[in-house]
């Protein structure tokens, strides 16, 4: 399981989607999500969902990487969709058993809403696929750079969000492996109570800590090494500048957010 999980990982490529400006990419991502919070309607979703597979087709990301990214959410997605199935009380009554309920309604919000989550997440995954997380770093802090006025710290924050994306990979496989040496001593981490498996966990979260802690101050040593004192003066290697295909993404994004505003509009 811990394996399924792929935020955070960089897929290199040359593809359209990859040499697109990081901020575009973000700003897309945000338009993205609106559409998708938006959209009420069997075409609607069809149009977002249409977006999702041809910008993971133009970026060339593997689909098993989208579907194995979904697995670790899998029991959340099954939770909200048994809520919006038994909670939802309009339409035409189906199943009427002891003190359960089914509405046609009930079954359409269901189906929306595991939709809308796994289109969601399937989004971000794709920002995080094709975009390093060093261009991450310069985007979020181009687009934040105004509250900088407001003596905002735009430079470290997206330094800490950057690196946390960074470090969740690595983390992940840190934890497999010590999972993995826990198992060959004997442990087991499967069988008995509640609390026998919650204390199982100790001998797996006190070496994941440490471990953290200790690629935590090599980070911070090294940076120190490197004379790294923020962002004042900071020079970059790449600069990031806007293309003509950038343009024709917002064009392409408007128009999502359009399309979908005009089928709500409609009620299609």
């Known amino acids: 399981m811990l394996k399924d999980i792929t935020l955070g990982q960089f897929f290199p490529g040359k593809s359209v989607i990859h040499r ?4 575009t990419k973000l700003l897309l991502l945000i338009i993205y999500i609106v559409a998708l919070f938006m959209a009420k309607s069997w075409c609607s979703y069809a149009l977002v969902l249409a977006f999702l597979v041809a910008v993971t087709f133009l ?10 990214g979904l697995k670790p959410m899998l029991v959340f997605i099954i939770f909200t969709a048994v809520l919006n199935l038994f909670y939802t009380k309009t339409g035409t009554l189906l199943l009427d058993w002891w003190i359960f309920e089914i509405w046609s309604d009930g079954i359409i919000t269901a189906f929306f809403m595991v939709m809308r989550i796994m289109m969601l997440v399937c989004g971000t995954f794709l920002l995080t696929y094709t975009t390093s997380p060093i261009a991450l770093t310069d985007a979020m802090e181009r687009l934040l750079n105004p509250l900088k ?5 735009v430079h470290e924050l ?15 496989e840190e934890t497999d492996k010590i999972i993995s040496a826990q198992k060959a001593r004997g442990a087991d981490f499967e069988t008995g109570s509640l609390m026998r498996r919650a204390k199982a966990l100790i001998p797996i979260l006190v070496p994941l800590f440490v471990s953290a802690f200790r690629r935590a101050d090599e980070l911070a040593t090294a940076m120190e090494c490197r004379c790294y004192h923020g962002g004042e003066g900071r020079t970059r290697l790449k600069v990031l500048r806007y293309a003509g295909r ?11 957010l359009a399309g979908v505003i005009v089928l709500r509009h409609f009620g299609l």
Do not use: E, N, Q
């Open 20 to 23: 697109l400006d990081p901020r």
């Open 59 to 68: 970026g060339r990301i593997p689909f098993k990487a989208m579907t194995r």
């Open 149 to 153: 006025k407001l003596h905002v710290p």
């Open 246 to 256: 950038d343009i024709y993404a917002f064009i392409v994004g408007a128009l999502l």
């Open 158 to 172: 997206a330094m800490m969000m950057s690196i946390a994306l960074r470090f969740i990979p690595t983390l992940i």
